[in-house]
């Protein structure tokens, strides 16, 4: 099946910077990537979605500025949670869809901002 | 509004069969997904129906009837490591996933 790679899988930051999450298909080319936040005990929040070469689509509530997504290619799209806060801290995943169906979420990323 | 509900926690016994069920309103519908997530992982696929009937697969069989908004998923012969969380989702008419908040399964020896 369709392998999507996320990294890093753990990352710990000062209050104030910024962090990257990349997140990879490896065998396919995606076109569409989703970026999801989940809080401990509850379903996974979609934050944004991302299309090659566009400008991402944010969801209601989400702070672009803060929550930068870049899709330079079919294969990469990547997320950076810029001037951290400890609020921020959460499980960040992406998700690759294949065709209709969007099945195949990367390892995720736990952000822990102190 | 768009709605998936399912319960937040159920109990079975190792070796049992156990149902979770899912029930949704969603404006559209292009498929519905089983995800199962363990504590501190990404969700991982499960299974795919997009027409009424069952989707058999090893253990894991789920179910779906469009008509009735309804959807389950049946675990068979229970393991511990069937001990998760199990995501509901419902691909809506803009493609969407909307998602359910999940039901614990604890499964007991």
């Known amino acids: 099946g369709a392998v999507v790679s996320q990294h890093p899988s753990r990352v710990i930051c000062k209050s104030g910077t910024s962090v990257k999450i990349e997140c990879r298909s490896l065998d396919f080319q995606a076109t569409t990537m989703f970026w999801y936040r989940q809080f401990p005990k509850q379903s996974l929040m979609l934050m944004a979605t991302?299309?090659?070469?566009?400008?991402?689509?944010?969801e209601q509530g989400v702070e672009k500025d803060k929550f930068l997504i870049n899709h330079a290619s079919l294969t990469l799209s990547t997320l950076t949670v810029t001037s951290a806060h400890p609020e921020d801290s959460s499980f960040y995943i992406c998700s690759a869809r294949t065709g209709v169906t969007e099945a195949f979420f990367g390892q995720g990323t736990r952000l822990t901002v102190v | 509004g768009q709605n998936i509900d399912q319960p937040t926690e159920m109990t079975a016994t190792e070796g049992a069969i156990v149902q979770i069920n899912c029930t949704y309103q969603?404006?559209?519908?292009?498929?519905l997904f089983w995800y199962q997530q363990h504590a501190g992982e990404a969700p991982t696929f499960l299974s795919y129906?997009?027409l009424d009937g069952l989707e058999e697969k090893g253990r894991f069989s789920s179910f779906l009837s469009r008509s009735k908004g309804y959807s389950y998923l049946l675990l068979k012969e229970l393991q511990m490591k069937d001990s998760a969380s199990y995501l509901c989702?419902?691909?809506?008419?803009?493609?969407?996933?909307?998602w359910g908040a999940g039901t614990k399964l604890i499964i007991k020896p």
């Open positions: 129906n997009v």
């Open positions: 991302s299309n090659e070469g566009s400008k991402a689509t944010y």
């Open positions: 969603t404006s559209g519908f292009n498929g």
């Open positions: 989702a419902v691909m809506d008419s803009n493609y969407q996933l909307i």
